[in-house]
Protein backbone atom coordinates (compact mmCIF):
# COMPACT_ATOMS: atom_id res chain seq x y z
CA UNK A 1 0.00 0.00 0.00
CA UNK A 2 0.83 3.78 -0.35
CA UNK A 3 0.62 6.55 1.88
CA UNK A 4 0.41 10.38 0.58
CA UNK A 5 3.82 12.08 -0.15
CA UNK A 6 4.53 15.50 -0.63
CA UNK A 7 8.18 17.46 -1.07
CA UNK A 8 9.69 20.00 0.59
CA UNK A 9 7.09 22.95 -0.55
CA UNK A 10 4.00 20.54 -0.25
CA UNK A 11 3.44 19.77 -3.45
CA UNK A 12 2.29 15.54 -4.10
CA UNK A 13 4.73 13.95 -5.95
CA UNK A 14 4.16 11.55 -8.31
CA UNK A 15 3.96 8.63 -6.73
CA UNK A 16 3.14 7.73 -3.26
CA UNK A 17 5.36 6.58 -0.45
CA UNK A 18 4.89 2.41 -0.27
CA UNK A 19 4.48 1.40 3.44
CA UNK A 20 3.49 -1.78 4.96
CA UNK A 21 0.25 -3.22 5.21
CA UNK A 22 1.05 -5.00 8.50
CA UNK A 23 1.64 -1.42 10.20
CA UNK A 24 -0.68 0.74 8.26
CA UNK A 25 -3.37 -0.78 7.04
CA UNK A 26 -5.04 -2.75 10.00
CA UNK A 27 -8.54 -2.59 10.80
CA UNK A 28 -9.24 0.19 13.46
CA UNK A 29 -9.73 -1.69 17.01
CA UNK A 30 -11.32 1.11 19.36
CA UNK A 31 -11.66 -0.63 22.30
CA UNK A 32 -7.78 -1.39 22.13
CA UNK A 33 -7.03 2.01 21.34
CA UNK A 34 -9.13 2.81 24.36
CA UNK A 35 -6.59 0.53 26.29
CA UNK A 36 -3.57 1.77 25.52
CA UNK A 37 -4.38 5.61 25.42
CA UNK A 38 -5.74 5.14 29.06
CA UNK A 39 -2.92 2.94 29.87
CA UNK A 40 -0.22 4.74 28.82
CA UNK A 41 -1.84 8.55 30.92
CA UNK A 42 -2.02 6.26 33.84
CA UNK A 43 1.31 5.60 33.51
CA UNK A 44 2.46 8.89 33.55
CA UNK A 45 0.60 10.25 36.68
CA UNK A 46 2.65 10.44 39.83
CA UNK A 47 1.06 10.79 43.12
CA UNK A 48 1.66 14.25 44.32
CA UNK A 49 -1.88 14.85 46.74
CA UNK A 50 -1.82 13.94 50.51
CA UNK A 51 -4.94 13.68 52.75
CA UNK A 52 -4.61 12.45 56.49
CA UNK A 53 -6.31 9.82 58.23
CA UNK A 54 -8.72 9.68 61.50
CA UNK A 55 -5.25 9.19 63.67
CA UNK A 56 -3.33 12.22 61.56
CA UNK A 57 -5.88 15.33 62.06
CA UNK A 58 -5.84 17.36 65.02
CA UNK A 59 -8.23 16.26 67.30
CA UNK A 60 -9.14 15.12 70.84
CA UNK A 61 -10.51 11.99 72.48
CA UNK A 62 -12.76 13.66 74.58
CA UNK A 63 -16.68 13.05 73.67
CA UNK A 64 -17.93 15.96 72.25
CA UNK A 65 -21.35 15.34 74.11
CA UNK A 66 -23.11 13.01 76.42
CA UNK A 67 -24.12 9.40 75.14
CA UNK A 68 -27.44 10.24 76.00
CA UNK A 69 -30.36 12.91 76.58
CA UNK A 70 -29.25 15.52 74.24
CA UNK A 71 -31.45 14.45 71.45
CA UNK A 72 -28.09 14.67 69.37
CA UNK A 73 -26.45 11.37 67.25
CA UNK A 74 -24.59 9.27 69.17
CA UNK A 75 -19.99 10.88 68.57
CA UNK A 76 -17.04 9.80 69.84
CA UNK A 77 -14.45 12.12 68.58
CA UNK A 78 -13.80 15.03 66.92
CA UNK A 79 -12.05 13.24 64.36
CA UNK A 80 -14.84 11.46 62.79
CA UNK A 81 -14.52 11.09 58.60
CA UNK A 82 -18.06 12.81 58.57
CA UNK A 83 -17.29 15.73 60.77
CA UNK A 84 -15.74 18.81 59.28
CA UNK A 85 -12.50 19.02 60.04
CA UNK A 86 -12.27 15.14 60.46
CA UNK A 87 -10.19 12.48 59.00
CA UNK A 88 -10.81 10.93 55.33
CA UNK A 89 -11.84 7.23 55.49
CA UNK A 90 -9.63 6.23 52.44
CA UNK A 91 -7.63 8.95 52.19
CA UNK A 92 -4.86 9.85 48.92
CA UNK A 93 -1.51 8.94 49.60
CA UNK A 94 1.95 10.04 47.89
CA UNK A 95 3.05 6.50 47.14
CA UNK A 96 -0.58 5.64 45.68
CA UNK A 97 -0.07 3.93 42.19
CA UNK A 98 -1.87 4.40 39.41
CA UNK A 99 0.04 2.29 36.96
CA UNK A 100 -1.97 -0.44 34.27
CA UNK A 101 -0.43 -2.65 33.10
CA UNK A 102 -0.41 -3.44 29.16
CA UNK A 103 1.48 -5.83 27.32
CA UNK A 104 3.99 -4.52 24.93
CA UNK A 105 2.26 -6.63 21.66
CA UNK A 106 -0.95 -4.88 22.98
CA UNK A 107 0.63 -1.51 22.81
CA UNK A 108 2.19 -2.13 19.66
CA UNK A 109 -1.01 -3.54 17.68
CA UNK A 110 -2.89 -0.18 19.13
CA UNK A 111 -0.45 2.15 17.79
CA UNK A 112 -0.44 0.23 14.53
CA UNK A 113 -3.97 0.73 14.28
CA UNK A 114 -4.33 4.41 14.99
CA UNK A 115 -1.81 4.68 12.50
CA UNK A 116 -4.06 2.52 10.35
CA UNK A 117 -6.97 5.23 10.96
CA UNK A 118 -4.66 8.34 10.07
CA UNK A 119 -3.78 6.73 7.09
CA UNK A 120 -7.28 6.11 6.14
CA UNK A 121 -8.73 9.60 7.25
CA UNK A 122 -5.57 11.10 5.21
CA UNK A 123 -4.64 12.98 8.45
CA UNK A 124 -0.74 11.26 7.83
CA UNK A 125 1.00 12.11 4.93
CA UNK A 126 4.53 11.65 4.79
CA UNK A 127 7.14 14.31 3.47
CA UNK A 128 11.01 13.44 1.88
CA UNK A 129 12.53 16.09 4.08
CA UNK A 130 11.58 18.16 7.08
CA UNK A 131 14.04 20.59 8.39
CA UNK A 132 15.20 24.58 8.99
CA UNK A 133 18.61 26.15 8.59
CA UNK A 134 18.43 28.11 12.20
CA UNK A 135 16.39 27.56 15.12
CA UNK A 136 13.96 30.27 14.49
CA UNK A 137 10.24 29.72 15.67
CA UNK A 138 9.18 32.32 12.62
CA UNK A 139 10.57 30.23 10.07
CA UNK A 140 8.87 26.93 11.22
CA UNK A 141 5.82 28.32 11.20
CA UNK A 142 6.38 29.84 7.40
CA UNK A 143 7.51 26.50 6.29
CA UNK A 144 4.47 24.46 8.34
CA UNK A 145 2.15 27.19 6.51
CA UNK A 146 3.93 26.84 3.59
CA UNK A 147 2.68 23.19 3.37
CA UNK A 148 -0.37 23.47 3.95
CA UNK A 149 -1.19 22.93 7.38
CA UNK A 150 -2.98 25.67 9.66
CA UNK A 151 -3.67 23.43 12.76
CA UNK A 152 -2.09 21.40 15.08
CA UNK A 153 0.32 19.58 13.58
CA UNK A 154 2.81 16.42 15.27
CA UNK A 155 6.17 16.09 13.09
CA UNK A 156 7.71 12.48 13.41
CA UNK A 157 11.32 12.72 12.48
CA UNK A 158 13.57 9.44 12.16
CA UNK A 159 16.64 11.69 14.32
CA UNK A 160 16.83 14.91 16.64
CA UNK A 161 17.39 17.86 15.05
CA UNK A 162 18.21 20.18 17.46
CA UNK A 163 17.47 23.43 14.99
CA UNK A 164 13.85 21.52 14.58
CA UNK A 165 13.31 21.13 18.52
CA UNK A 166 14.32 24.53 19.49
CA UNK A 167 12.26 26.53 16.63
CA UNK A 168 9.13 24.29 17.80
CA UNK A 169 9.14 24.74 21.73
CA UNK A 170 6.93 27.44 21.90
CA UNK A 171 4.60 26.59 19.44
CA UNK A 172 1.49 24.77 21.70
CA UNK A 173 0.26 23.40 18.45
CA UNK A 174 3.28 22.10 17.32
CA UNK A 175 4.99 18.97 18.31
CA UNK A 176 8.49 17.68 16.76
CA UNK A 177 9.48 13.81 18.00
CA UNK A 178 11.23 11.06 16.87
CA UNK A 179 9.51 8.26 15.70
CA UNK A 180 11.42 5.79 18.34
CA UNK A 181 9.45 8.17 21.14
CA UNK A 182 5.86 8.48 19.38
CA UNK A 183 3.14 7.66 21.71
CA UNK A 184 -0.84 7.12 21.30
CA UNK A 185 -1.79 10.36 23.08
CA UNK A 186 -0.02 12.53 20.77
CA UNK A 187 -1.22 10.64 17.64
CA UNK A 188 -4.22 10.81 18.90
CA UNK A 189 -4.43 14.62 20.03
CA UNK A 190 -3.04 15.98 16.95
CA UNK A 191 -5.46 16.92 13.55
CA UNK A 192 -2.64 16.36 11.38
CA UNK A 193 0.67 13.77 11.21
CA UNK A 194 3.86 14.95 9.31
CA UNK A 195 6.44 12.07 9.07
CA UNK A 196 9.35 12.49 7.04
CA UNK A 197 10.26 9.17 4.96
CA UNK A 198 13.01 8.08 7.62
CA UNK A 199 10.09 8.53 10.53
CA UNK A 200 8.00 5.78 8.63
CA UNK A 201 10.47 3.47 8.08
CA UNK A 202 11.66 3.82 11.80
CA UNK A 203 7.63 3.07 12.44
CA UNK A 204 8.09 -0.03 10.59
CA UNK A 205 11.03 -1.06 12.12
CA UNK A 206 9.66 -0.47 15.85
CA UNK A 207 6.16 -2.34 15.28
CA UNK A 208 6.76 -4.86 12.83
Known amino acids: MEIKLIDKNGKPAKAGLA ?9 FNEA ?11 NARTATRAQLTRAEVTHTTKKPWNQK ?9 SSSTIWRGGGRAFPNTPDENFSHKINR ?8 SILSELVRQERLVAVEEFAVDTP ?3 QLVEKIKNLGYNEGVLVLVDQFDENLYLSAR ?8 EAQYVDPVSLVRFPQVLA ?13
Open 69 to 77: GTGRARAGM
Open 105 to 112: KAYRAGVR
Open 170 to 177: NLPHVLVL
Open 32 to 42: LVHQVVVAYQA
Open 19 to 27: VSETTFGRE
Open 196 to 208: TTGAVKKLEEILA
Open 136 to 138: KTK
